[in-house]
Each structure stands twice: as C-alpha cells, then as structure tokens.
Nanobody, 114 residues
Framework: QVQLVESGGGSVQPGGSLSLSCTASRSGYAMGWYRQTPGKPRELVASQPSDDKAMYANAVKGRFTITSDNSKNTVYLQMNSLKPDDTAVYYC???????????WGQGTQVVVSS
C-alpha cells in the first residue's frame, strides 16, 4: 500500500500561478498528476518516471513543470500561465512498477477564474 498526501491548489486568476506537492509513503517507479472535471474521465497532466524524462499533456506543455525530490518521495507541479480550462481536481498518483496500477492521492481543487 502507498499513501499519498497532497498540498497546494486553490484559486487564482487567469495568467496566475499555483504549485502542488505530493509526498508518498515510499518510493516507486513513477509519480505525477492527473486532473478531472465533472462528467469527464481523469486525464494525465504530467508524469515523472524514475528512468525517463518527464512527460506532459499537450494542453500544459510549456506552462506546467513537474519536478521531484527522490530523497523525500515528493513530486511537485508548478503551474504557470493558468487558464480557466485548467480548473479541475488534481490527483497525485504513484506507480510502483512500469505497468502497475496507480495509487491515488485525495485530490486537490484548482480553480482558475476572474
């Protein structure tokens, strides 16, 4: 079992920035973030595998940056130039092995609105 604790999120105006962090109870193969809006499936935002470069959804490339601190089992998501379409609940995930199931954080709300 893996416990994931998220922090960050909140409300910001369009063009603003927010950061998220997620700390896991153990190390794993990959960590990252999904997001979900009502009535839509959860979508991958960014992931950081332990053996490869970071991956981003096209919608956030150039605006979001994922980083990690392996010594703390923590992953961060810096979100810049936020748009109303970025409004969602953001979920941290961890995968213990490359094709394994995801473990999920509790989710944190991000609202981008003027």
């Amino acid at each position: 079992q893996v416990q994931l604790v998220e922090s960050g999120g909140g409300s910001v105006q369009p063009g603003g920035s927010l950061s998220l962090s997620c700390t896991a109870s153990r190390s794993g193969y990959a960590m990252g973030w999904y997001r979900q809006t009502p009535g839509k499936p959860r979508e991958l935002v960014a992931s950081q595998p332990s053996d490869d470069k970071a991956m981003y959804a096209n919608a956030v490339k150039g605006r979001f940056t994922i980083t990690s601190d392996n010594s703390k089992n923590t992953v961060y998501l810096q979100m810049n130039s936020l748009k109303p379409d970025d409004t969602a609940v953001y979920y941290c995930f961890m995968r213990l092995v490359p094709l394994g199931d995801n473990y999920w954080g509790q989710g944190t709300q991000v609202v981008v609105s003027s």
